[in-house]
């Protein structure tokens, strides 16, 4: 295992800069996702600190030694891509024995490694097939095998899920977590899909061209994102962002509508243009009001996502059960104040409180 630092991380190709100046440190143990859109800088960011890339500037560091320069061997990594890259020709056992076949372990060392990790990942009984007798949930733990009988000091995830069907991407999730709680590798996780980023991480490390915009816990990237970027790109459904001014009370209003806001809101924020952040369960639909109208209805088994539309924008509330309400339906509108959260309308940062 190692803690790994990036200390002002930069690649550039040519003129653009695809990582720009990425400072991060990982613990020893911990499991780190980098997470955002396609072309934010993330998988660059991975091949970095594998040893695929060369880093146009900073220090990359593992247990305090610079590392730069030195290949994916040297540092010790394995990293398992979106690609299983396992060899056709090969059984599952040869597949995940190949490393130690190549380091010229003894045959008795390699059979014994290669039986444990099979056991470990479920494997026991393909050990004698062909990668393409298996399905791409099975060929996926060959390939996490293939990494993990090296004993790495680091895993390094690219993407591994995207060719999974979601029932199979679920369940290489509970897999690969299960995984790291027995081993205990310090693993840094590339995906865009925040489900997996939020179910899998110790913290979250959320990129946006080249740069990062947030590392914290999946809870607090989630309660208290720090810009609006990472507040649309955690959650499912996205939190609704709402324009406005903050007024005296405080008061938030927008248009004819008007949400009192907890008074931690108040300091520093009175008077200024903001932008009112709220997530769909700390938003209430009520039946028999005026303040907005139905637009449409999402139900989702245990609840249900209601859109509304009105005068400032649209909301949408996640509401328990199977709820029933119709498109065109006009209803009342509440705000949890407990669940808001105010951005700068101009820097986007998240206005403390």
Same mark, same amino acid.
């Given at each position: 295992?190692?803690? =790994?630092?990036?200390?002002? =991380?930069?690649?550039?190709?040519?003129?653009?800069?695809?990582?720009?100046?990425?400072?991060?440190?990982?613990?020893?143990?911990? &499991?780190?996702?980098?997470?955002?859109?396609?072309?934010?800088?993330?998988?660059? $960011?991975?091949?970095?600190?594998?040893?695929? @890339?060369?880093?146009?500037?900073?220090?990359?560091?593992?247990? %305090?030694?610079?590392?730069?320069?030195?290949?994916?061997?040297?540092?010790?990594?394995?990293?398992?891509?979106?690609?299983?890259?396992?060899?056709?020709?090969? $059984?599952?056992?040869?597949?995940?024995?190949?490393?130690?076949?190549?380091?010229?372990?003894?045959? *008795?060392?390699?059979?014994?490694?290669?039986?444990?990790?099979?056991?470990?990942?479920?494997?026991?009984?393909?050990?004698?097939?062909?990668?393409?007798?298996?399905?791409?949930?099975?060929?996926?733990?060959?390939?996490?095998?293939?990494?993990?009988?090296?004993?790495?000091?680091? &895993?390094?995830?690219?993407?591994?899920?995207?060719?999974?069907?979601?029932?199979?991407?679920?369940?290489?999730?509970?897999? +690969?977590?299960?995984?790291?709680?027995?081993?205990?590798?310090?693993?840094?996780?590339?995906?865009?899909?925040?489900?997996?980023?939020?179910?899998?991480?110790?913290?979250?490390?959320?990129?946006?061209?080249?740069?990062?915009?947030? =590392?914290?816990?999946?809870?607090?990237?989630?309660?208290?994102?720090?810009?609006?970027?990472?507040?649309?790109?955690?959650?499912?459904?996205?939190?609704?962002?709402?324009?406005?001014?903050?007024?005296?009370?405080?008061?938030?209003?927008?248009?004819?509508?008007?949400?009192?806001?907890? @008074?931690?809101?108040?300091?520093?924020?009175?008077?200024?243009? +903001? =932008?009112?952040?709220?997530?769909?369960?700390?938003?209430?639909?009520?039946?028999?009001?005026?303040?907005?109208?139905?637009?449409?209805?999402?139900?989702?088994?245990? &609840?249900?996502?209601? $859109?509304?539309?009105?005068? %400032?924008?649209?909301?949408?509330?996640?509401?328990?059960?199977?709820?029933? &309400?119709?498109?065109?339906?006009?209803?009342?509108?509440?705000?949890?104040?407990?669940?808001?959260?105010?951005?700068?309308?101009?820097?986007?940062? *998240?206005?403390?409180?």
């Amino acid at each position: 295992m190692a803690r =790994v630092e990036l200390s002002g =991380v930069t690649k550039r190709y040519g003129g653009v800069e695809a990582v720009a100046g990425v400072d991060l440190a990982i613990a020893d143990g911990e &499991f780190l996702t980098l997470l955002g859109p396609s072309g934010c800088g993330k998988s660059t $960011t991975l091949n970095l600190l594998a040893g695929l @890339e060369d880093a146009t500037a900073g220090d990359i560091l593992f247990d %305090g030694r610079r590392v730069n320069g030195l290949g994916p061997f040297q540092r010790d990594v394995a990293m398992v891509f979106q690609q299983y890259a396992l060899y056709p020709h090969m $059984t599952v056992a040869e597949n995940i024995g190949f490393t130690l076949r190549l380091q010229k372990q003894p045959k *008795s060392d390699i059979r014994r490694r290669v039986g444990e990790v099979a056991g470990l990942l479920e494997l026991t009984p393909y050990l004698d097939r062909l990668p393409r007798e298996l399905s791409g949930g099975q060929q996926q733990r060959v390939a996490l095998g293939r990494a993990v009988i090296r004993e790495p000091r680091v &895993f390094l995830f690219d993407e591994p899920f995207s060719n999974l069907d979601a029932s199979l991407r679920l369940r290489m999730r509970e897999e +690969v977590k299960v995984l790291h709680q027995r081993l205990g590798v310090t693993s840094i996780f590339v995906t865009h899909d925040q489900e997996e980023a939020m179910s899998l991480s110790d913290r979250i490390a959320v990129m946006r061209a080249g740069r990062i915009e947030q =590392v914290a816990t999946p809870a607090e990237i989630y309660a208290h994102p720090a810009t609006q970027y990472v507040a649309r790109f955690i959650g499912s459904p996205p939190m609704d962002m709402l324009s406005g001014v903050l007024a005296s009370g405080p008061v938030f209003r927008a248009g004819a509508l008007a949400f009192a806001m907890p @008074e931690r809101l108040a300091d520093g924020a009175a008077g200024r243009d +903001v =932008v009112l952040g709220v997530r769909a369960e700390h938003v209430q639909v009520m039946p028999g009001g005026s303040d907005a109208v139905v637009r449409v209805t999402q139900p989702l088994g245990p &609840f249900t996502n209601v $859109t509304v539309d009105w005068e %400032g924008g649209s909301l949408t509330a996640r509401v328990p059960g199977m709820a029933v &309400f119709s498109p065109g339906e006009r209803v009342r509108v509440r705000l949890d104040p407990s669940g808001v959260r105010l951005f700068d309308r101009d820097s986007g940062r *998240s206005i403390p409180g």
